[in-house]
């Protein structure tokens, strides 16, 4: 009776990690594009324009923002350097993926 409950429990399937979606560009941008999103401590505005407002602590700071290579690129002056990050979708949470695997998670807040 124990084999039996142990092959059964082994043979049960067991639930799947949520789904993520891999986004292209063109869905980055929809995602994207005249909408905010939440971070732990932050929230970020991507305007039609490129242009892109954070705000964290109080503190405004402006950079630009762009799609290359189905890849969400941002800019943060005075630098001059482009950051890219794959983009994953699961429901309404977007998940950004550094070239290093390191994650950030947001949220739509509208």
């Given at each position: 009776?124990?084999?039996?409950?142990?092959?059964?429990?082994?043979?049960?399937?067991?639930p799947a990690?949520?789904?993520w979606t891999v986004l292209s560009g063109e869905e980055i941008r929809t995602a994207l594009t005249g909408r905010t999103l939440e971070y732990k401590n932050a929230?970020?505005?991507f305007r039609a324009s490129g242009k892109t407002l954070y705000v964290t602590?109080?503190?405004?700071s402006w950079g630009n923002w762009r799609i290359e290579d189905d890849q969400y690129?941002?800019?943060w002056p005075p630098s001059d350097l482009w950051?890219?990050?794959?983009?994953?979708?699961?429901?309404?949470?977007?998940r950004f993926v550094g070239e290093r695997d390191d994650i950030?998670?947001?949220t739509y807040v509208d």
């Open positions: 009776m124990r084999r039996f409950a142990l092959i059964a429990l082994i043979a049960l399937p067991f990690a949520a789904d929230r970020q505005d602590n109080g503190r405004d690129c941002s800019q950051a890219c990050y794959a983009m994953d979708r699961q429901g309404d949470v977007l950030t998670e947001a």
